[in-house]
């Protein structure tokens, strides 16, 4: 497959509509999500960094800070009302894990179509947890996240915790919905974007949940 041909091909199929990026911390959200955002023209939202530079709410940076994931209903205040912002209007909106919590997906969902960016796919970056420790330690030595409240060693397990228990349900909610396209989080970026790209390419000549 040309791989512009094969880009076009998604473009065409994802019009102004979203493709939300699943996976465990560590996994490379944000990395292929700026990836896909730059091949498709769109912009990458990520529902972490809206949270984490609202500094206004106190509430907020406070559970962030511990690792938690904020409630239902601030999550509708803050997070929902971005989606409809006019610049990102007619543009494919590639969403870093956007509407995580269990409860929260049937919220996204009804938010995306609102907007224009309705749902096309979710894919989930898979890594076991074995895996996200091991980046977390060589992350700590290449001081390559910043200074990140939530990246220590004691709020990570609180993390992993949350995920199992609070997350994995809205990637099986999507899962049975025939949403989801998972790929192996342990390749390389390149790797994985072309995993990610070749299961995209798939959904759009198939024609699937437009």
Same mark, same amino acid.
């Given at each position: ?132 420790? @091991? ?5 700590? %030595?290449?001081?390559? +996240?910043?200074? $990140?409240?939530?990246?220590?060693? #004691? /709020? !990570? ?17 999507? @899962? ?5 396209? %998972?790929?192996?989080? +342990?390749?390389? $970026?390149?790797?994985?974007?072309? #995993? /990610? !790209? ?13």
């Amino acid at each position: 497959m040309n791989p512009k041909m094969q880009i076009q091909t998604i473009r065409k199929w994802l019009g102004s509509g979203s493709i939300n990026v699943f996976g465990m911390p560590f996994a490379g959200k944000d990395t292929q999500g700026r990836k896909l955002a730059e091949l498709f023209g769109g912009e990458l939202i990520s529902g972490g960094d809206i949270l984490r530079h609202d500094q206004g709410n106190a509430k907020i940076q406070e559970i962030m800070a511990a690792g938690g994931i904020i409630p239902i209903e601030l999550f509708e205040e803050v997070v929902v009302p971005f989606l409809s912002r006019p610049e990102l209007s007619g543009k494919p909106l590639i969403l870093s894990e956007v509407g995580r919590q269990d409860g929260e997906e049937k919220v996204i969902e009804k938010a995306t179509k609102a907007s224009g960016h309705p749902q096309k796919a979710i894919v989930y970056l898979f890594l076991e947890a074995e895996e996200v420790w @091991r980046r977390f330690e060589e992350s700590k %030595q290449e001081h390559d +996240r910043g200074n $990140r409240q939530d990246d220590k060693s #004691e /709020v !990570l397990q609180t993390r992993i915790n949350n995920y199992a228990q609070k997350v994995v349900p809205v990637i099986e909610y999507y @899962r049975n919905k025939g949403l989801l396209l %998972q790929v192996d989080g +342990r390749l390389t $970026r390149e790797e994985v974007t072309q #995993e /990610v !790209l070749d299961d995209l390419y798939r959904r759009a000549t198939i024609g699937a949940h437009d």
